[in-house]
């Protein structure tokens, strides 16, 4: 649980303790939020998080500076380590692929990119055999990981169902995802555009991954896309991510009058409202997408 472990470093033991409670009060929600923004710059890296912990004396232009050097230190060891470690596998193209997948995350940002696109990554290479390995070793260091795209009626297990050439890519930390596309703090509490794509989507990637979660899945048929399939006991569960206030959701509602799911989940970024089959919170209580 990346982001209950940065709370519990860089909150106080009562916003923990609500926290853990799942608080819905607006009172709560006020404090928790920035907490969730000062996350998405920091992100999950140990000296980053320490930097951030220790230095509540210095001024926050000063703080966030230092926390962006240790960031790109970080992402610099990364491609130093390339060649170091890389063995049979290309170092160039491992961190040519590195690389592409922000600027693909990026595109996120003007409009959806359903799946990783190998055309123009590598010159000369286009698709997916010729980059496997490459993908397979970020992928084994957790540099990178796949969210598979399902654009047909899922159905359990989704694994029998999605293509494995079909999938898009998410970055290892927030973090470091905010300083490679130089996203400052003032952008992210800004929020809207930002938050849409990349942001929010590959923080839910990374929270499912540390709950445990193997594979992730997306789905999409035409304009409609939902951002994450959750497998349970019960049945397929859709996951709608949307970090702005607005709690409307076209795809959401177009994959329920094709599949009527018996739960549906929405992430947002406000204090939301739920009943027992619609469930809508915060961000920050990504929590609720647990495998029980």
Known sequence: MVSAEFLLAAGSKTQHAAF??????????????????????????????????????QTTVQRRNQVRQIQ??????YERDFGKY??????????????????????????????????????KKSSYKDFANVIDWLEKTHLVSKCYAISEK?????R?????????LFYLDIGLLCCELGINESALNMGDVLFKGVIAENFIQNELL????????????NTAEIEFL???????????????????????????ERYVP??????????????????????YYAKLLKME
């Open 154 to 158: 899922p159905r359990m297990p989704l």
């Open 86 to 123: 890389s063995g049979k596998v290309n170092a160039l193209h491992i961190n040519q692929v590195f690389k592409n997948t922000v600027n693909q995350l990026q595109n996120n940002i003007e409009g959806n990119t359903k799946r990783f696109v190998f055309k123009g990554v590598i010159e």
């Open 230 to 256: 959750l497998e349970t006991i019960e049945g397929i569960i859709p996951v709608e991510v949307k970090a702005g206030t607005n709690t409307k959701a076209k795809s959401l509602t177009s994959y329920k």
């Open 160 to 168: 029998a169902i999605r293509r494995e050439s079909i999938f898009k």
């Open 210 to 221: 540390s709950y445990g979660y193997n594979e992730t899945y997306s789905w999409s048929v």
């Open 20 to 57: 853990m409670k799942t608080d819905r009060r607006m009172i709560v929600h006020d404090q928790l939020w920035p907490i969730l923004v000062d996350y998405f710059f920091v992100g999950g890296m140990p000296e980053a998080v320490q930097n951030w912990v220790t230095s509540k004396e």
């Open 262 to 283: 018996h739960k549906t989940i929405k992430l947002i970024g406000s204090v939301g409202g739920t009943d027992d089959t619609n469930v809508v919170v915060p961000l």
């Open 72 to 77: 790109k230190d970080i992402l610099q060891g």
